[in-house]
């Protein structure tokens, strides 16, 4: 089977990508349907962060049930505790693998995430 690409961007990558069993989400930012970043703290941007992995992996098929890896990257790591909160609500059973660093982000927000699923074609 070749890959599938899912979604549409204004910069060049593709929101989700399948690759056989596996659905690849690009790394989602808290940037709501206006494409601006929502106003808010580390929880309010993690909340949108996380429908918008979730809204990306629809395009494929998928569901937050089916991830098995995620790749967190905060902006400042004395805001892991209010993440990991909002986190464990999104993902309640069976959570997923998870790296979690802090990082410099390209642009001004908190927080990105990335997503692979698994889920068979």
């Not at 569901?63 to 505790?81: C, H, I, M, N, P």
């Amino acid at each position: 089977m070749p890959k599938q690409t899912f979604g549409t961007s204004h910069v060049p990558l593709s929101p989700a990508v399948r690759a056989g069993d596996f659905v690849y989400v690009s790394g989602q930012v808290p940037v709501g349907g206006d494409g601006i970043v929502v106003k808010g703290g580390i929880t309010e941007q993690t909340e949108q962060v996380l429908a918008n992995v979730k809204a990306a992996l629809a395009l494929a098929g998928c569901t937050l049930d089916d991830v098995v890896k995620t790749t967190v990257w905060l902006e400042d790591a004395r805001d892991f505790g209010a993440f990991n909160a909002v986190y464990a609500r999104h993902f309640p059973k069976n959570p997923p693998a998870r790296t979690t660093v802090e990082s410099r982000l390209m642009i001004d927000i908190k927080i990105e995430v990335e997503a692979v699923a698994y889920r068979p074609a």
